[in-house]
């Protein structure tokens, strides 16, 4: 069997600028990250971070890339545009798109949701009490009726995203504000992600109910056909007007 070839893509700002969030997170949390994936036998992970040359996302690696995770927050717009556009084509080829708490404001989701994807939010370290909304969806196996995560940053609604096509985990805080917190979308041929919980100051990552998310998360976003590539043939037709292979 193929391996499911992941990278996770980490900004790496907030680790090498801050002192309490090194502490949180001494490898990255990228590297946190792909530790919680392999765990998971049929996956290939590798990781990106904003400061290496092009991003670590250069044409010929997104190329070989099933699942793309994203984990960014206050380096949105340093991301190059031309970055954007390839990793939009890679999706819209088939490439899954795992997003990940302030990933919601990243260039590459707001461009594949075409709205502002704003939401209210509060630094409070308060409770998060994630529903399960479908205990049938791949993406929920292994949860049981709900999971907390005991400190978290508080996301509320409205949440600036277009209907999902399912959500799998609704968000209820301690403070009383309700989130959609898993969303599935389509685009082109590539599914899309998005999974809240992952502040940088709380080890989110680290807890074992977020990690098997994640690495449902990715099964469920692996490509399952063939890549859908946007050649635009001009076709040809006979005299008769009859559609010529
Ligand atoms: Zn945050």
Redesign the pocket.
Known sequence: MNKIRVVVWGENVHEQKSEAIRKVYPEGIHQCIANGLSVDETFDVGTATLRDPEHGLPQNRLADTDVLIWWG?VAHAEVADAIVERVQKRVLEGMGLLVL??GHYSKIFKRLMGTTCSLIWR?AGEKERLWVCNPGHPIAQGIKAYFEVPHE?MYGEPFGIPAPEETVFLSWFAGGEVFRSGCCWKRGNGKIFYFRPG??SFPTYRQPEVQTVIRNAVHWLAPEGARWVDAIPNVKVSPEGIRQE
């Open positions: 927050h708490h302030s630094e940053e502040h940088e």
